[in-house]
């Protein structure tokens, strides 16, 4: 009786053999990330989603000002040393000049959060996890990685590989459900007062158990057939 409840027992449900995935594509690594944006909350998470637009308006308006009045000029009004209406075209150089402020009080501000959050992060994971917790964690994992004892997660006994079974060894398409079942434990989590690493930390722990406890094929594999009859 109790032998049929060895779920957590190490080595009873061990999975069968399984090639191993072959390496994450620059593709599916860029998916990755993106999906992985909902660990991060207020400004931090805005700058990771349209901090690289910003800066390459900022770069550009750059670009246009060395043209029209000079390099040197352009770098004095950006950093504000020069005032835009002494150069020789106030209508271009004034957008920069503002810019160039927000550009540096913006990204000061947001590194300054990084690193208190950080250190926050890390304490509080390290107070409950234990000191190697959260100096891995990053992106959402990948799953085969997960097999191994050092990724500083909390997951069930050979999670990774059993997901992959459950997708008959089809690698990509596991890690693709794997990371939207995430995704949205990440983003339906309350992330207040909680660091970027301690958000995932989270979102992995609950996702892997639920999924876990969950019989037959993954939830995003059954999708929307799931309620009515699957007539197309
Ligand atoms: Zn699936």
Request: aromatic share 10%.
């Amino acid at each position: 009786m109790s032998a049929q409840q060895t779920v957590r027992a190490a080595d009873a449900d061990e999975p069968g053999e399984i090639d191993p995935p072959r390496r994450e594509s620059l593709t599916a690594l860029l998916r990755r990330r993106r999906r992985s944006l909902g660990r991060h909350s207020g400004i931090q998470y805005w700058l990771r989603v349209r901090g690289y637009y910003i800066l390459a308006a900022f770069a550009g308006l750059f670009t246009l000002n060395a043209v029209v009045i000079g390099g040197r000029v352009a770098y004095d009004v950006s950093v504000q040393i020069a005032s835009p209406w002494e150069t020789r075209a106030p209508w271009v150089a004034l957008p920069l000049s503002i810019s160039g402020w927000l550009v540096v009080t913006g990204f000061a501000g947001a590194v300054a959060g990084y690193v208190v959050s950080e250190v926050t992060d890390n304490r509080s994971l390290r107070r409950s996890r234990g000191r190697a917790a959260g100096r891995r964690i990053g992106a959402i994992p990948l799953l085969d990685r997960l097999q191994y004892g050092r990724h500083g997660f909390e997951i069930p006994n050979y999670f990774g590989i059993r997901f992959a079974l459950r997708h008959d060894g089809d690698w990509p398409t596991a890690q693709d459900h794997w990371e939207i079942v995430v995704e949205k434990f990440l983003n339906a989590g309350d992330a207040r007062g909680k660091g970027p690493k301690r958000v995932m930390w989270e979102a992995v722990l609950e996702a892997s158990y639920v999924l876990d406890g969950m019989s037959g094929r993954c939830p995003e594999c059954t999708g929307p057939e799931e309620g009515g009859d699957g007539t197309h």
